[in-house]
């Protein structure tokens, strides 16, 4: 990744001081922020970079550190905590979305921790439209100071960056946290001439749920941060609407834990309730992908990893029922994690109702991919590569298993927001829908998330396949849902 650009700031630097408290909450002060802001020395092949990041979460002896990936990938790292400037902590990389330029990092620190620091509250339930002032606390090296406070404003936003301008876009404060009125909004990725890009809190709060890291929240969870025009405004009813199943969403997660095991001894991640948008915009999908939709949902669980070999076997044995014809053709008793295929879309469904689950619905499966920020693929916008995905195999023969399937879960950075593993190849999966185009509709179901021998293009999560239900293929399988309650 490029480095952030140097911007000249001496005289902006100047006046943050006096205007940079106009973006605080009156209960909070610039010393409360700045000790959830920490200094985060990079050390790779003997050169040194800074960078910066803020405090989510402490735990016991434990501080959770968010950071964007770039500051930290494969860098030996020291950490200075503000309420002791001067004393050095050995961090450590848990979490990390490596390679990605824009990706994000929590590191920890797990010794004795200094007095005084205290944990940044996310903002992700808080709408930004842009126009808003923003302060961000971090180590420009043009300056030199430390825990310097700079200000900026949002522009707007680019596909899933949120767009900086002003004197935050500087070496040194990047892997920072964009805050209005105390909560953080952002985390300042990267910058290209006189902008920064900055990764939504929302995404920031997704990642770290897919993480197991569990954070604090914003104290005005449904107030709505917006420019000084759009105050003068009235909310329309849809956006109440969302506003409050937004709202629902946040306790529903809070309320349901986030794993539960299924009666076949799956795992089950929940999925909340809420509102997304299904499908893709013109110029984007397919024409049977549009046109993007608003989808209300409740709450859900879905299948953490596919519906494995020795799963779907043991469902055989015990309701006695003969093998699949299909496995005629392969030799998969012994890969007993890799997913099952070769079953029909009656076979799946019985599977998933003898486990007393159910196929997820189509939009169900799209939201449990993408998640509530519209993303391309389940692991963000990164085009699909060998670490994320089990793909592109088109010229192996289709009953060469054993080279091609994957066990299930193989591929950790590419699993959705919500820690559902490979829903962009390995096996198509079957959905319960029948799929509604054409007046033959009726004679086929969809199958989502394309398999080990599609491209690129059947990875994206709004790609829609369509089979007859009798299908049984070496590249379609299936995961089940269940219902919160």
């Not at 834990?257 to 001894?265: L, M, Q």
């Not at 993303?375 to 080279?403: C, I, V």
Request: proline content about 6%.
């Amino acid at each position: 990744m490029a480095p952030l650009v140097l911007i000249p700031i001496i005289f902006t630097l100047a006046l943050t001081v006096l205007i940079g408290s106009h973006t605080l909450s009156q209960a909070q002060t610039i010393d409360e922020l700045k000790s959830g802001v920490v200094k985060l020395t990079a050390t790779v092949d003997n050169q040194v970079r800074i960078g910066t990041g803020f405090i989510v979460k402490i735990e016991d002896d434990t501080a959770y550190i968010l950071t964007a990936s770039h500051v930290v990938e494969g860098a030996t790292l020291r950490i200075n905590f503000y309420p002791k400037p001067d004393a050095n902590y050995s961090g450590t990389v848990k979490e990390m979305d490596g390679g990605d330029p824009k990706g994000l990092a929590v590191v920890l620190v797990q010794e004795r921790l200094p007095p005084g620091i205290r944990p940044l509250p996310l903002g992700s339930h808080l709408i930004v439209k842009g126009g808003e002032a923003i302060t961000l606390i971090g180590f420009p090296r043009a300056i030199g100071l430390q825990w310097a406070i700079s200000s900026g404003i949002i522009s707007g936003q680019k596909g899933l960056d949120l767009i900086i301008t002003g004197s935050v876009a500087q070496e040194g404060n990047s892997g920072g946290p964009i805050l209005v009125n105390g909560n953080v909004v952002g985390v300042l990725a990267e910058s290209q001439k006189d902008f920064g890009f900055a990764v939504p809190a929302s995404i920031a709060q997704i990642a770290l749920q897919g993480w197991g890291i569990h954070v604090e929240q914003g104290n005005s969870q449904v107030e709505e941060i917006v420019s000084r025009d759009s105050r003068k405004s009235d909310r329309t009813k849809e956006q109440n609407v969302q506003r409050s199943e937004e709202l629902a969403a946040h306790k529903e997660i809070q309320l349901a834990p986030k794993v539960r095991i299924g009666s076949d001894g799956a795992p089950m991640v929940v999925v909340p309730a809420g509102v997304f948008t299904m499908g893709s915009p013109d110029g984007e999908g397919l024409a049977n992908e549009q046109a993007p939709h608003a989808v209300a949902l409740d709450a859900f669980y879905i299948d953490q990893y596919e519906v494995t070999v020795d799963r779907y076997r043991q469902f055989l044995k015990k309701t006695r029922r003969g093998n699949p014809k299909y496995w005629e053709h392969v030799e998969l008793r012994r890969d007993v994690e890799k997913p099952v295929m070769g079953v029909t879309w009656d076979d799946a469904l019985t599977y998933c109702e003898w486990a007393g689950k159910r196929l997820p619905s189509e939009a169900e499966w799209e939201k449990a991919a993408r998640g509530m920020d519209k993303r391309l693929y389940p692991w963000g916008a990164s085009k699909p590569n060998w670490t994320t995905a089990n793909f592109g195999k088109a010229d192996k023969p289709q009953h060469a298993y054993k080279e091609t399937l994957k066990t299930v879960g193989s591929y950790n950075r590419g699993k959705s927001p919500y820690g559902v593993y490979d829903m962009a190849g390995n096996v198509s999966e079957w959905v319960a829908d029948w799929y509604d185009e054409g007046p033959s509709s009726r004679e086929w179901k969809v199958s989502r998330g394309g398999s080990w021998k599609d491209r690129p293009i059947a990875l994206r999560a709004t790609y829609r396949l369509r089979f007859p239900r009798t299908t049984r293929d070496g590249y379609v399988g299936f995961r089940c849902a269940q219902d919160v309650s």
